[in-house]
């Protein structure tokens, strides 16, 4: 390989990884500096479209990523704390926060890259706590941003003198179709639209392209960083996959918009660098910030409309189906103060429904036993996050009820549904347990003997009938219910018992591995577990 083409790849690989791991170390140490509240004000503030939006360039502005905050979005849909129309919101805000680092970069402000560094790495070194090491973590990404960004520029100089780049750049400008579609793979493949706008801001500066050819590159950018939305919800809920549908429309939408208008948008960034003096690097930024703002004051009206229509495009799995509607988990607070009793009627509805969340647990726990898929792993994790949730927000909803006068029939109500929702979530960890053990057979290429996997599958469809009769027994305050689930916990108990026995029989007559033995025994307490607890909730409801 020719040493000058050796020294330009080296330079923009090498500049391409700085400044992508210094975006990453930012973020990271502004989130961490930040501690929960990102979360929290994703999950809090996201109530209206508008609302969504502002959070959505709040935290965009501070992870300096909108994949980031995208990312984590679809995550909390994926958890059950928000709903799609929710993250419609935050996903249009996040395109416009995500201008902030193209205009971070029009600072050029390469020159400063290492005495940043320097700072932000003494910091980081003698720094006594966690917060001061955040902010150190922040000042040295952004220096590194930069070095990276200036490693590049330099390394894209050789290339932009070339004959067949020039007569590229050339038929881009008279092919916007092309221009969108090497916008759209570039940030694909690096999986950032931030660098991939960084690259363009330094051409454009360096003369190597025309802002024509740069603007619908600029528009295939925005096309090309919703793979990041897309890669997070593979495998994820229906939820989570529209949402990242939605993100997916949004951008392609002003991408055609904007394409059809390129001539018009053109000269407008064109007149408005005259007047505002601005350098080419801040007119890619000032169009990406004029793309992205356009887009969403123009669909923020309509985010329920898009909401719709990607619940009309993806429709929900059989599994899904079955479970209750999370966007009907409301707990009105105003309640609380006209009528507890009500209040409490409202909290015996969630905790059913919760209920047969843990079931949905219990459900995933033995499909990913019976298959050793990790989609069924993740939607078992998808589940018990919910119920998690679920079990925060009703015990912090039943503790409010509790600090009002309330009747002794009231009282012994709100005790009992918290010991519920407790034995609920406990009954949801178990089934998580349950799967961590197999999967660790499965890493170890382990199975189950036919007649230990017999057993355990006689246990688990005994329990998962308690589990129903439970649910039933909630529903209908079936105290005879109840008696039959307590009946039932007594014959797993057993059947438990001669499992085990059966296992170490075999292990004595069979010579099989301890650590199978251990593990089988594991399964089938937490097995156990799952049934006291059901047997807990009808003991206390025909008190």
Known sequence: MDVNMQKLIFELVGGLGIFLFSIKFMGDGLKNFAGDNIRDWIEKFTNTPVKGALVGILVTGLLQSSSGTTALAISLVRAGLMTTQQSIGIIMGANVGTTVTAFLIGLKLSKYALPIMAVGGLIYMFAKNKKLSYLSQTVFGFGGLFLGLDIMSKGLLPIAEMPQFSQFMVDLSFNPLLAILVGTVLTMV????????????????????????????????????????????IGGSTASKRTAASHVIFNVLGSVLFTLLLVPYYHFVSAAASVLGLTPEMQIAFAHAGFNITMTLLLLPF????????????????????????????????????????ALLQVKNQVISMAQFTRQSIINANNFAKSGSLKDLERLHQTESIVDTMDKKISEYLVEIGTKTISEDDGRQQVFLLNSIRDLERMSDHAVNIAEHFELKFDNKEHLTAAGFEEYTLLINHTIEMVDLTIQSLEEDNIFLGGQVIERENELDKMVFTAREHYIERLTTQQLNGMKTFVFTDIISNIERIGDHAANICNRLAR
């Open 190 to 233: 690096v999986q950032s639209s931030s660098a991939t706008i960084g690259i363009l801001q330094s051409l454009y500066g360096g003369g190597a392209i025309s802002l024509q050819a740069a603007l619908p590159i600029l528009y295939g950018d925005n096309i090309g960083t919703t793979i990041t939305s897309v890669l997070a919800s």
């Open 303 to 342: 985010a329920d409309v898009l909401a719709r229509l990607v619940t009309k495009i993806i429709k929900p799995s059989k599994e899904e189906l079955a479970l209750p509607d999370l966007g009907n988990f409301v707990l009105d607070n105003d309640l609380i103060e006209q009528s507890p009793g009500f």
